[in-house]
């Protein structure tokens, strides 16, 4: 069970029985209307399949970076809830920069800066979309400080500086 997802956002016992009796995206989105609604969540998807979802971080003034709010982007994998889903910033241009907690996509997808939360090995089913949503607003007022102060507040994994990997690396 991951230990990054705050307690509250992840999947109970109630929430399986719930998601086997109608769907896993019913009880998805019941949380994130419950936990996030702030974040202004806009579901991106065709044919009643979600393929992402919008949604707006509200930026803490106290932070003094002249930034309002930042819009995500966070895409489901075809295999959700197996797969961590990516969350990727829409309006905040994050240059790649293994210092600041970031994957760097292959080439054939751009080379796309998504952010680093959770790991694929810490995503299990117990985690939420709603966990993940607030673990991004986490994240991105964390690195609004790391690009005022240079130094990364709390706790941080060393990533690899070409592909931003966490630990060892065959890039």
Partial sequence: MSKRIPPNLKFSRKHHDEARETSRWLVESKLIKEKCSGYNPEFKGINNVIKGIDYVIQIDPEIDTHIDNVTLRMVIPEDYPSSLPRVYPLDLII???HRAHVYRDSPDNGRKVHLCMVTQEEWTRDCSIAGLMVLSAIWVHKYLIWRKTGEWPGRGRTH???????GKCDC
Wanted: aromatic fraction near 10%; charge should be neutral.
């Fill in 95 to 97: 240059p790649f920069d």
């Fill in 160 to 166: 690899c500086n070409r592909c931003g990997n966490i």
